[in-house]
């Protein structure tokens, strides 16, 4: 089987190298010895997931965390199609955020891999322009989107559940829910005011938020999880329930399971996938059920 190793050196606050340095030694033990790519710069692991793609490489070691996977995942498709539909993706948790792994390990492999639904995100860029994103774990937008950003600008060593956390408190007072409109699987539009419109295809974001307690990646639906006009006392007290994923009966915070859903408003919302900044509203989000196969390393090591 051709296989790449694609590693985010900087994963992990450093530790990724370490992570493929034992599972490679396993792997050579069964005679595999993928060929490996270290990333140098944001951005790059999509392209070079696309060349190889296109070039037959049929199984991605991707080494990293959460925006890793995202960028990899984006270099697996064109115009909503798989390049080469039977490769394989392994998620190797390495970086400080491994929220999408926590929801693959409840999946069942018996095929070797699994068939994961995958999220299509059609948006607006800064500069207006059209921009199509693909997500495999949570993309949302509101004050969730504010924290990524606030996220990815802190230090290195900063990082994990605290980044995101401190983000979160940071942004309460600041950030005004706007008023949106919400059109779920082509119904009619829904008014809204939310401070967090999360899509989830896995269960938690944000360094370990159990955002989505019951979803599942392979069900071929997205939970459309949306925080109302909660107040920053009412965040406080709850977050920690929002955390642990005990939170069904909040009052704020409602969940529906769909296959598409519209977000619109008259105000300037941000947008992330996976961690990473996305673009603006409006926007489209839909469900592309089992459209990718993704391992776990123990998957590949059983036997």
């Known amino acids: 089987m051709r296989s790449l190793t694609i590693l985010n050196p900087a994963a992990g606050r450093g530790r990724a190298a370490a992570v493929w340095e034992r599972l490679r030694r396993q792997l050579e033990k069964r005679g ?26 049929e199984r991605i070691f991707v080494v ?35 929220d999408l792994v926590r929801s693959l390990d409840s999946c069942q492999a018996a095929e070797g891999f699994i068939r994961m639904d995958v999220g299509r995100l059609s948006c607006v860029g800064a500069g207006g322009e059209a921009v199509v994103r693909y997500f495999a774990n949570v993309a949302s937008c509101g004050q969730s989107a504010r924290v990524a950003e606030a996220v990815a600008r802190m230090p290195r060593w900063f990082g994990g559940s605290a980044a995101y956390l401190f983000a979160i408190l940071k942004s309460l007072r600041s950030y005004q829910p706007p008023l949106v409109e919400l059109t779920i699987d082509g119904g009619p539009a829904l008014p809204q005011v939310a401070r967090c419109i999360a899509v989830a295809n896995g269960r938690a974001f944000g360094g370990g938020l159990t955002i989505a307690p019951q979803a599942r990646v392979d069900n071929g639906l997205l939970d459309l999880a949306v925080l109302g006009a909660a107040t920053p006392g009412w965040l406080l007290r709850n977050v920690h329930r929002i955390y642990r994923g005990e939170h069904e009966q909040l009052a704020h915070l409602n969940h529906t399971l769909l296959r598409s859903v519209s977000i619109t408003s008259n105000a300037c919302v941000a947008i992330e996938a996976d961690g990473e900044p996305a673009g603006l509203l409006p926007a489209r989000f839909e469900i592309l059920a089992g459209s990718v196969r993704v391992a776990l390393p123990h998957h590949l090591l059983i036997g």
């Open 32 to 57: 595999e010895s993928p060929r490996v790519h270290v990333t140098t710069a944001r951005g790059e692991a999509g392209p070079v997931a696309r060349a190889a793609l296109e070039g037959g490489v």
């Open 64 to 98: 990293g965390g959460d925006g890793t996977f995202n960028e990899v995942l984006n270099g697996y498709f064109s115009d909503a199609a798989p390049i080469n539909p039977a490769a394989v993706l392994v998620a190797v948790a390495a970086g400080t955020g491994c």
